[in-house]
Structures are given as structure tokens and as C-alpha cells.
């Protein structure tokens, strides 16, 4: 299993876990470094906090890093050059979303492992929510859908939450059973179950939450669904077409059949 180089030494405690903070990246030259600064900002205790989250200062060691999925632009060089001391670059050969989230979480080795987007769709003061929901359960799912029925996805364009929708009847009816915000990509794992479930991953596009959720359930993990802000931003690197909505398709039919002889811990 692959790891971080040169992690800082934090001191970390029961209340205050060490965390680090998984960013995939794919040419995120133009909006990598404005996250980064407003996720650093937030991290050194200096953003005003936002509505539903909590001062940085609650939280224990976060250490950043950026999962360079092949990027053929200047992303990965734009978070070399910053001097925080933790944040850290992992170059990856181009895979895919999903194969840069694993690279990450198998390369990390703090008590909690989190992902979000690389854009921070959802805002770094909402992180606290998944390392509260941690506390007791295995992993924390950051959800757009609120318990009074608002739904955080309306700021996204028509078609993208058409094609939610449909995703999410498939994933849920397939996959995943009822419930959870799958393509959320806000979401806390113990050390545990990260390696766990990240070493048996096998899809590498877009379904990997779904695969996840459907082997975090076959293992018997407890999970946490956790109400989080969100809005879109623009400049996704993801393009809907045929040839996408066949490929994630394919890979919703294909997870439990590769991971039919899974069985509980």
C-alpha cells in the first residue's frame, strides 16, 4: 500500500483526530489555487465561518492533499509552489476521478480520511460535520438533500439534475438501496475502513461513490449521513455524452456483480 511522504509529526487526541484532506485534481490550473486558498484560510482559523460550520480551530491536524490525476496542465506544479507546510502533491498517472480518490486515501494514514472536489463545491467550514459524524460511526456521507426537503442540487443546470435523478433511481435500485446522496463528493472514512474499502475498488470513473456505499454496506460499516452546503461550480471537467451515460451505466451493472463474493467483517 502506497503512502504519504514526508507527513508532518501533529499530536493528535481522541477529541481532536489527525485528519487528512484528499483533493482530486484533473487540469485545475485555473480553480486549484483560489480553492486552495480559501481552504487554507479557513484551516488557519482566518474565514468567517459560514452557515452550519464551525470555527477551524475545533478541529485537530489537517493535512491537505492533492491527488494529480495526469493532469497535462500546470496543476500539480500551482501546489508545489505554495509554501504550506501541509499540504502535500501526489502525481498519479491519468485514471479518472476515481482512481485519484483511491490513490489518496490509500496513501494516507492520519486517524480520519476525507474527500471533497477539488472546486470545494462544498465549503471547507462544512468539514467538521463529517469529523462529528465520525466520532460514532465508520463514515461520514455528505448529503445535498436536508432533512426539511431542500435540496442543494437546484443550483445546478436543468440537465445535470435530470441526470442526477436518473443516476440516483438506478444506483439506489442496483447498488446502493434507498437513501444516500451518492454523487455528493463530500465524504469521511475511519483510517479502517478507508484502506479497507479503497483497496477493493475497482471502478475508476464517476460510479465510484455508488461502489463504495455498496461495499462500505456489504462490510458491515456504519454510516452517517450528514446534511452539508453545497452549490455548483462552473467549470466542471465533466462533459455528459453518449458515451459517458454508457459507460456509467455499465460500471452500476457491474459492481455488484464484481463484488458479489464480498462478505462482512
Known sequence: MRRMPDSPEES?????????????AYNEQDRIGSALDELFAYLNNQAPGRQGGRPASDMGPVLV???DDGSDD???????????????????????????VRAGMLAADTD????????????????????????????????????DGSDRRSTQPRHRRALG???????????????????????????????????????????????IIHLARRRGYSMAVVPVQWSDKRGSRMR???WLAGRVLLDLVRIPLIHRGVRRR
Do not use: M
Open 165 to 211: 435523478k436518473v443516476f440516483h433511481a438506478l444506483a439506489a435500485f442496483w447498488v446502493t438501496g434507498p437513501g444516500p446522496d451518492t454523487q455528493c463528493g463530500f465524504k469521511g472514512f475511519s483510517r479502517e475502513a478507508a484502506h479497507d474499502l479503497f483497496a477493493r475498488q475497482k471502478i475508476g470513473s464517476i460510479v465510484f461513490d455508488a461502489e
Open 74 to 100: 500546470d496543476t500539480a506544479a500551482i501546489v508545489e509552489a505554495r509554501h504550506e507546510t501541509k499540504l502535500r502533491v501526489l502525481r498519479e498517472p491519468h485514471t479518472g476521478k476515481g482512481g485519484a
Open 65 to 67: 492533499l492533492v491527488v
Open 112 to 147: 480520519l480520511i476525507l474527500f471533497a472536489d477539488a472546486d470545494l463545491a462544498t465549503p471547507a467550514d462544512q468539514l467538521p460535520l463529517l469529523i462529528d459524524a465520525l466520532a460514532t460511526n465508520d463514515i461520514a456521507l455528505g448529503s445535498r438533500v436536508h432533512p
Open 240 to 242: 455528459v455524452s453518449p
Open 12 to 24: 493528535a487526541s481522541p477529541s481532536r483526530p489527525s485528519v487528512t484532506l484528499v483533493l482530486p
